[in-house]
């Protein structure tokens, strides 16, 4: 397809979110670059501007002054042929520093194993930048089998950075590097390294992790983020350690954590706001008829577009050693005409139909133990989404067994942890997305593509023999203007 074809099909596709930031068409993947500078937001991310494969990677730019009005700007940074990234401009993270913008990121070529760190720098507020010309860390540390992403921070009067690894002895690491000006970086030992460790839905932490990122909290904790990587089988799950730093290293609690409890949420970045809140984003990938991720898809060469960032979330250490996610506040903004005001109680035998909603809805949800929340999305009730507080466990059931009538969307269910007698939730629906927030602050994410004829619809239901009660609210998500990442080229 040319260009115009191609953007021609996506602006017709149901799936294509309204509200979550991706540009027009082609590819994008990890968000980079999340900073804070000449007042406004900056939103850097993975992306092909010539297909929708994972291939060919630049970095896509974004900025907004309120984290809700996003203007999409040109390509920040693009491969330089023969070059050291000629192979693509892979991902990191930006600082903003005596009225400039630096740029840190890792510098792929097919005939290098690793990915050396290099910089670029922007005197134009974030438009444009100068490549450093040579690389700032050209050589991975003894003893790495995986080495790329770094992540930038100023601690005092110095700055650190995080880079990503796999270490020959079966480790996965966050190795850490000092500088006192941007440009001299010295290697300062591992910040934090586990062997693979399971988690509570099979998965693992695994032997390498991407996007190590590092949040210090007020209270004197901080946590570890990572996304763990499988040498075989590629990118896994988004994880963390909470714990202190002690003495250049991080003392990590014994048991790390999902970041977040759904199939389809990776490469999470983190922003410290002006305000002191930290801010998180995450790459949303595809849940059609790839093989695994990144890998070729006949349904998305056919789309012409794959991936979007989730919408932006704020994150706060617990009380309980988790980290708390919610939604940035500011996405109440978004909340347009009110659908849905109901509560009730709902049995299997007598479900409660509450109406219409739209593609892209904020909903807010209790629901007792055995009460089952469909959201249908055909007129004949064959296709929906299922959300069920389970009766026995009183975990939180996540289905989209039955969510698509395309046989080639990826199926599964998906659990969270319990959280007492009755589970609030918000989730917020985007045509082929849903993060999903319960009260304790964990999260779930996970993609579904509907092709029912349909208005969407919400039903309350029960499991078992017994009636469960309910509370639901619905509103219309709305983005300002026209189509959020629609109406601007990249």
Same mark, same amino acid.
């Given at each position: 397809?040319?260009?115009?074809?191609?953007?021609?099909?996506?602006?017709?596709?149901?799936?294509?979110?309204?509200?979550?930031?991706?540009?027009?068409?082609?590819? !994008?993947?990890?968000?980079?670059?999340?900073? =804070?500078? @000449?007042?406004?937001?900056?939103?850097? =991310?993975?992306?092909?501007?010539?297909?929708?494969?994972?291939?060919?990677?630049?970095?896509?730019?974004?900025?907004?002054?309120?984290?809700?009005?996003? #203007?999409?700007?040109?390509?920040?940074?693009?491969?330089?042929?023969?070059?050291?990234?000629?192979?693509?401009?892979?991902?990191?993270?930006?600082?903003?520093?005596?009225?400039?913008?630096?740029? =840190?990121?890792?510098?792929?070529?097919?005939?290098?194993?690793?990915?050396?760190?290099?910089?670029?720098?922007?005197?134009?507020?974030?438009?444009?930048?100068?490549?450093?010309?040579?690389?700032? !860390?050209?050589?991975?540390?003894?003893?790495?089998?995986?080495?790329?992403?770094?992540?930038?921070?100023?601690?005092?009067?110095? &700055?650190?950075?995080?880079?990503?690894?796999?270490?020959?002895?079966?480790?996965?690491?966050?190795?850490?590097?000092? %500088?006192?000006?941007? $440009?001299?970086?010295?290697?300062?030992?591992?910040?934090?390294?586990?062997?693979?460790?399971?988690?509570?839905?099979?998965?693992?932490?695994?032997?390498?992790?991407?996007?190590?990122?590092?949040?210090?909290?007020? @209270?004197?904790?901080?946590?570890?983020?990572?996304?763990?990587?499988? /040498?075989?089988?590629?990118?896994?799950?988004?994880?963390?350690?909470?714990?202190? #730093?002690?003495?250049?290293?991080?003392?990590?609690?014994?048991?790390?954590?999902?970041?977040?409890?759904?199939?389809?949420?990776?490469?999470?970045?983190?922003?410290?706001?002006?305000?002191?809140?930290?801010?998180?984003?995450?790459?949303? &990938?595809?849940?059609?008829?790839?093989?695994?991720?990144?890998?070729?898809?006949?349904?998305? $060469? #056919?789309?012409?577009?794959?991936?979007?960032?989730?919408?932006?979330? #704020?994150?706060?250490?617990?009380? $309980?050693?988790?980290?708390?996610?919610? /939604?940035?506040?500011?996405?109440?903004?978004?909340?347009?005409?009110?659908? !849905?005001?109901?509560?009730?109680?709902?049995?299997?035998?007598?479900?409660?139909?509450?109406?219409?909603?739209?593609?892209?809805?904020?909903?807010?949800?209790?629901?007792?133990?055995?009460?089952?929340?469909?959201?249908?999305? %055909?007129?004949?009730?064959?296709?929906?989404?299922?959300?069920?507080?389970?009766?026995?466990?009183?975990?939180?059931?996540?289905?989209?067994?039955?969510?698509?009538?395309?046989?080639?969307?990826?199926?599964?269910?998906?659990? =969270?942890?319990?959280?007492?007698?009755?589970?609030?939730?918000?989730?917020?629906?985007?045509?082929?997305?849903?993060?999903?927030?319960?009260?304790?602050?964990?999260?779930?994410?996970?993609?579904?593509?509907?092709?029912?004829?349909?208005?969407?619809?919400?039903?309350?239901?029960?499991?078992?023999?017994? %009636?469960?009660?309910?509370?639901?609210?619905?509103?219309?998500?709305?983005?300002?203007?026209?189509?959020?990442?629609?109406?601007? $080229?990249?």
């Amino acid at each position: 397809m040319t260009e115009t074809e191609t953007r021609a099909t996506v602006a017709l596709d149901t799936h294509f979110p309204a509200v979550h930031l991706r540009p027009p068409a082609h590819w !994008i993947n990890d968000p980079n670059g999340l900073v =804070f500078h @000449d007042g406004h937001y900056h939103v850097y =991310f993975q992306h092909n501007p010539h297909s929708a494969r994972h291939a060919d990677m630049h970095w896509g730019h974004f900025r907004s002054p309120d984290l809700i009005h996003w #203007e999409l700007l040109p390509v920040a940074l693009a491969p330089t042929p023969g070059g050291d990234d000629e192979g693509g401009v892979w991902s990191g993270n930006a600082v903003s520093h005596d009225g400039r913008l630096t740029a =840190f990121y890792s510098a792929k070529r097919d005939d290098r194993r690793h990915q050396p760190i290099t910089s670029a720098t922007s005197y134009d507020g974030g438009t444009t930048f100068t490549k450093r010309g040579s690389l700032l !860390i050209p050589e991975a540390a003894d003893g790495t089998t995986m080495f790329r992403d770094p992540y930038v921070w100023r601690d005092g009067d110095s &700055w650190r950075m995080l880079v990503g690894a796999a270490l020959a002895d079966g480790r996965a690491a966050a190795l850490q590097y000092a %500088s006192a000006d941007l $440009d001299d970086w010295s290697y300062e030992g591992i910040f934090l390294a586990r062997p693979p460790h399971p988690l509570r839905d099979g998965r693992n932490t695994e032997e390498g992790w991407e996007c190590a990122q590092y949040a210090a909290f007020p @209270d004197g904790t901080g946590a570890v983020l990572a996304s763990a990587w499988d /040498p075989q089988e590629g990118a896994s799950c988004a994880i963390y350690w909470t714990g202190r #730093e002690q003495h250049g290293e991080f003392q990590a609690a014994a048991t790390p954590q999902l970041l977040d409890h759904g199939p389809d949420f990776y490469a999470p970045a983190l922003l410290h706001a002006p305000d002191g809140r930290w801010l998180m984003w995450a790459w949303i &990938w595809e849940a059609r008829d790839e093989e695994r991720v990144g890998a070729p898809s006949v349904w998305t $060469d #056919e789309a012409g577009w794959a991936g979007m960032l989730s919408l932006p979330r #704020e994150l706060t250490p617990g009380p $309980d050693g988790e980290l708390v996610q919610r /939604p940035a506040r500011e996405l109440l903004s978004l909340r347009g005409e009110r659908r !849905i005001a109901a509560a009730g109680r709902a049995s299997a035998e007598q479900p409660v139909d509450l109406g219409e909603v739209s593609r892209a809805t904020d909903l807010t949800v209790t629901l007792e133990r055995g009460g089952r929340l469909r959201l249908l999305t %055909s007129r004949d009730g064959t296709e929906y989404l299922d959300i069920v507080h389970h009766l026995v466990s009183g975990e939180l059931v996540v289905d989209r067994a039955h969510a698509s009538l395309d046989s080639r969307a990826k199926g599964g269910s998906w659990r =969270f942890p319990a959280e007492g007698p009755d589970m609030t939730l918000r989730i917020l629906l985007d045509h082929s997305v849903a993060e999903i927030f319960t009260a304790a602050g964990r999260t779930l994410t996970l993609r579904s593509y509907p092709v029912g004829d349909g208005p969407w619809r919400v039903q309350m239901g029960a499991t078992g023999v017994g %009636s469960a009660a309910y509370t639901v609210g619905a509103w219309d998500l709305t983005p300002p203007g026209q189509g959020v990442g629609r109406d601007a $080229d990249s």
